[in-house]
C-alpha cells in the first residue's frame, strides 16, 4: 500500500508539472510572438536605417549640385557683366573714334569742296603766316644789324 501510495503522490506530481507546464505554454506562446515581432520591427528599422543612410547621401549629393550650379550662376553672371562693361567701354570709344572721324571728314570736305575756308582754320593759317613773316624780319634784322 504504501508503495501504491508513493506512485499516486508520484503521480499527482507529475499531472501537477503536467498541468502548469499546459497553464504556461499560453505564455510562452505569447512570449515567442513577441520576440518574433521585436525581430521583424528590429529587420524594418534597419532597413529604414539602410533607406536613410541613402537618402542623407542623396540630399549630400542635391546640395553640393546646387551649391556648384549657384557659383557657376555667378561666375556667368560675373562674366556677363564684365563682358557688358567692356561692350559699353568699346561702344563709348567706337562713338567718340566715330565723332572724330566724322568731324575729320567733314573739316576736310569743307575745306576741299567750299572756296572760303572755316574761320578757325583762316585764323590759324593767318596767324601762323604772321609768326612765320616776323621770325623772317627778325632773322634779316640781326643780319643786318651785325
Given at each position: 500500500?504504501?508503495?501504491l501510495?508513493?506512485?499516486v503522490?508520484?503521480?499527482?506530481?507529475?499531472?501537477?508539472?503536467?498541468?502548469?507546464?499546459?497553464?504556461?505554454?499560453?505564455?510562452?506562446?505569447?512570449?515567442?510572438?513577441?520576440?518574433?515581432?521585436?525581430?521583424?520591427?528590429?529587420?524594418?528599422?534597419?532597413?529604414?536605417?539602410?533607406?536613410?543612410?541613402?537618402?542623407?547621401?542623396?540630399?549630400?549629393?542635391?546640395?553640393h549640385?546646387?551649391?556648384?550650379?549657384?557659383?557657376?550662376?555667378?561666375?556667368?553672371?560675373?562674366?556677363?557683366?564684365?563682358?557688358?562693361?567692356?561692350?559699353?567701354?568699346?561702344?563709348g570709344?567706337?562713338?567718340?573714334?566715330?565723332?572724330q572721324?566724322?568731324?575729320?571728314?567733314?573739316?576736310?570736305?569743307?575745306?576741299?569742296?567750299?572756296?572760303?575756308k572755316?574761320?578757325?582754320v583762316?585764323?590759324?593759317?593767318?596767324?601762323?603766316?604772321?609768326?612765320?613773316?616776323?621770325?623772317?624780319n627778325?632773322?634779316?634784322?640781326?643780319?643786318?644789324?651785325m
Open positions: 500500500m504504501r508503495n501510495q508513493g506512485r503522490v508520484d503521480l499527482e506530481m507529475s499531472t501537477r508539472l503536467a498541468l502548469d507546464h499546459l497553464e504556461s505554454v499560453p505564455e510562452k506562446l505569447s512570449l515567442l510572438e513577441n520576440f518574433k515581432d521585436f525581430e521583424e520591427s528590429q529587420r524594418q528599422r534597419e532597413m529604414m536605417e539602410q533607406r536613410y543612410a541613402k537618402y542623407k547621401e542623396i540630399v549630400g549629393d542635391l546640395q549640385q546646387l551649391e556648384e550650379s549657384k557659383r557657376r550662376i555667378q561666375e556667368y553672371r560675373d562674366e556677363k557683366l564684365d563682358a557688358t562693361c567692356r561692350s559699353l567701354q568699346l561702344t570709344l567706337t562713338s567718340s573714334l566715330l565723332s572721324s566724322n568731324f575729320l571728314t567733314r573739316s576736310s570736305l569743307s575745306t576741299h569742296t567750299s572756296p572760303q572755316p574761320l578757325a583762316q585764323d590759324m593759317e593767318s596767324s601762323l603766316t604772321q609768326e612765320h613773316f616776323s621770325t623772317i627778325g632773322a634779316s634784322s640781326e643780319h643786318t644789324s
